[in-house]
């Protein structure tokens, strides 16, 4: 099977708290890019990251950090002194290869964690 | 703001009726996929259409169909309406270039479809 789990729910924290996200994938792919989206309410998918899979060093921007476990098929988010405006959903996902042609491809989400940052 | 374009921006139907949901791909994209996001669910993907030809559909049956136009924007089609169809429907266009390392999926905003 090819899929992303996010075990986590829901989860709430006070504003200036570090908190960390978690994902688990799936995949028989050789070569595959994993990617962490925000869904503010209003709806729109908001591109955080992208990585490939040949790439497992860790990443940073600003307050955002990002963990690639290839040995543990994992792929955490952290973010660190959160704040209110990180409020949103957070979606993890996986690349899947289509077949049909060359290079497409489509991603597989997994269910999403609201996060809540209360001031 | 990615500049995909997706209308309307809402839209209430009742069951059995038909809809038709657009998407307009950034400049330069030559691929646009759908994706359903039912409440409280990732995005599911729908299919994808490449310079005007499927190329890959997910678990969806056949009353849900689509079009690529010449300009790569596209229609989402969806037949026979039923109220599990309530969902947000989003589009992502990408450059299929045929190198997976460039292509990366831009999302517009979504339609958000009632089926009352």
């Known amino acids: 099977a090819q899929k992303v789990t996010q075990a986590q729910t829901e989860i709430s924290v006070v504003e200036k708290e570090d908190v960390t996200l978690d994902c688990v994938y799936e995949t028989r792919d050789t070569t595959y890019y994993l990617f962490w989206y925000k869904q503010p309410p209003s709806g729109e998918l908001v591109f955080l990251i992208r990585?490939?899979?040949?790439?497992?060093q860790n990443e940073i921007s600003g307050r955002y950090s990002w963990n690639f476990q290839k040995s543990t098929s994992s792929f955490n988010f952290t973010i660190t002194a959160s704040q209110v405006v990180d409020s949103a959903v957070y979606f993890c996902a996986l690349s899947i290869h289509l077949v049909v042609r060359s290079g497409s491809e489509k991603l597989v989400f997994g269910k999403g964690t609201k996060l809540t940052v209360n001031p | 703001e990615t500049g995909v374009t997706q209308s309307p921006t809402h839209l209430i139907k009742t069951r059995g009726q038909q809809v038709t949901l657009r998407c307009s791909s950034q400049s330069g994209h030559n691929t646009v996929s759908w994706y359903q996001q039912a409440l409280g669910q990732g995005p599911q993907f729908i299919f994808q259409y490449y310079r005007e030809e499927e190329n890959g559909r997910g678990n969806f049956p056949p009353r849900f169909s689509g079009l690529q136009f010449p300009n790569y924007s596209s229609e989402l089609n969806v037949n026979a309406l039923e109220l599990d169809d309530s969902a947000l429907y989003l589009c992502?266009?990408?450059?299929?270039?045929?190198?997976?390392?460039?292509?990366?999926?831009?999302f517009g905003p979504g339609t958000r479809l009632t089926v009352l």
């Open positions: 992502a266009s990408s450059s299929n270039s045929g190198d997976r390392a460039h292509n990366e999926q831009f």
């Open positions: 990585r490939n899979s040949f790439d497992e």
